[in-house]
């Protein structure tokens, strides 16, 4: 009995103890390398989700770029693909986002490679590198540069603004802003037409509107067109004052949306006034200025806010007006309504 207690003794040992032990020891050796297969597989996806955002990043930020302005882009109802204005600057804002992340993520499991960046040839620790100090300069340079508006920073501003230009006299200004978001009630009484002339110009051009408390946006939407549109149907129903009334039309007190991009000969044409008596009149109120020239062209090249330019053309349209009251332009007069008029 006690040969068979003694043989399974020495038999146990190396049956099933070295067996459970060596299990538990590679277990043990495989943790660490799991911890560092996960790591660098997180560091995969926070380096490829940083490229991708900001590459699409670029792509809307170039777009909005290019885009008009936010009330040329709302009344003409403006896309790219598909999407809004609005749509495009909310993607743009959650990629930004999703690439703060990403980048802080990278800096952390990349902040040992950082911080040798910043140490000089002895291994100790230097922020004030050469390398640190180029790239300190170019972006402090590129803060100032956009700042001052020195070349090519202003270049940069100038095309953004030729952009803004292009799409302004491509689609056109709304009559005021966010006029979308008015009722067509609402409209109508502040464009001086008649409510239920412009509901049966509307469905006389087949468009589709159920009340005259629609907005402009909800008709535009519900027929899939701009509301540019649904004011171009309802424009028949403009009365012009110089014909209506015999009456020169008046700046009104404040600048309507879009004046700031308008010529001086535009806006001057648009309100009959004689663009050579206003051009007199800003002279003598030492503003410079040419009928070419944007109006807030002019504010720049006499260092004042395009608002005091279109007041110093009021005052000029006015005191040409009082002084000479036939010399702001002849009124127009539709020739074939004359013979009537002058029964």
């Known amino acids: 009995m006690s040969h068979e207690v003694t043989w399974h003794?020495?038999?146990?040992?190396?049956?099933?103890?070295?067996?459970?032990?060596?299990?538990?020891?590679?277990?043990?050796?495989?943790?660490?390398?799991c911890e560092k297969e996960i790591e660098v597989k997180i560091r995969k996806i926070t380096s490829l989700t940083a490229a991708l955002a900001f590459i699409l990043m670029v792509l809307t930020s170039i777009i909005l770029y290019i885009v008009p302005q936010g009330r040329i882009a709302y009344w003409a109802d403006w896309r790219l693909w598909g999407l809004t204005k609005t749509e495009w600057g909310n993607i743009h804002i959650n990629l930004g986002?999703?690439?703060l992340i990403a980048l802080f993520l990278h800096i952390y499991y990349n902040w040992k490679p950082l911080?040798?960046?910043?140490?000089?040839?002895?291994?100790?620790?230097?922020?004030?590198?050469p390398e640190f100090n180029v790239a300190l300069a170019i972006t402090v340079a590129s803060i100032v540069g956009t700042y001052l508006l020195v070349p090519p920073?202003?270049?940069?501003m100038a095309l953004n603004d030729h952009f803004k230009d292009a799409g302004t006299k491509k689609y056109g200004e709304p009559p005021y802003g966010h006029a979308e978001l008015s009722s067509l009630s609402t409209f109508a009484n502040k464009m001086g037409l008649d409510v239920k002339e412009s509901l049966a110009l509307i469905k006389k051009a087949g468009l589709q509107v159920e009340s005259d408390q629609q907005t402009l946006a909800d008709i535009g939407r519900l027929n899939h067109v701009p509301p540019q549109k649904i004011y171009l149907a309802m424009k028949p129903a403009v009365g012009s004052p110089s014909i209506n009334t015999g009456r020169r039309q008046k700046l009104p007190d404040g600048p309507p949306p879009g004046t700031g991009n308008?010529?001086?000969?535009?806006?001057?044409?648009?309100?009959?006034?004689?663009?050579?008596?206003?051009?007199?009149?800003?002279?003598?109120?030492?503003?410079?200025?040419?009928?070419?020239?944007?109006?807030?062209?002019?504010?720049?090249?006499n260092c004042v806010s395009p608002l005091d330019v279109y007041e110093k053309i009021k005052s000029a349209a006015s005191a040409a007006?009082?002084?000479?009251?036939?010399?702001?332009?002849?009124?127009?007069?539709?020739?074939?309504?004359?013979?009537?008029?002058?029964?």
């Open 9 to 33: 003794t020495s038999i146990t040992p190396p049956l099933y103890r070295p067996c459970c032990i060596g299990r538990v020891d590679t277990l043990l050796e495989l943790l660490p390398n």
């Open 115 to 129: 911080v040798s960046y910043l140490k000089d040839k002895a291994k100790q620790m230097k922020v004030s590198t």
């Open 321 to 343: 007006a009082s002084s000479q009251a036939g010399n702001i332009g002849p009124i127009p007069v539709n020739k074939a309504a004359a013979p009537a008029a002058k029964k």
């Open 153 to 156: 920073f202003s270049w940069v």
């Open 97 to 99: 986002l999703l690439f």
């Open 262 to 301: 308008l010529t001086l000969a535009d806006l001057c044409n648009q309100y009959d006034f004689n663009t050579k008596i206003v051009l007199e009149g800003l002279s003598s109120l030492n503003i410079e200025a040419r009928e070419d020239m944007a109006i807030k062209k002019i504010a720049e090249m």
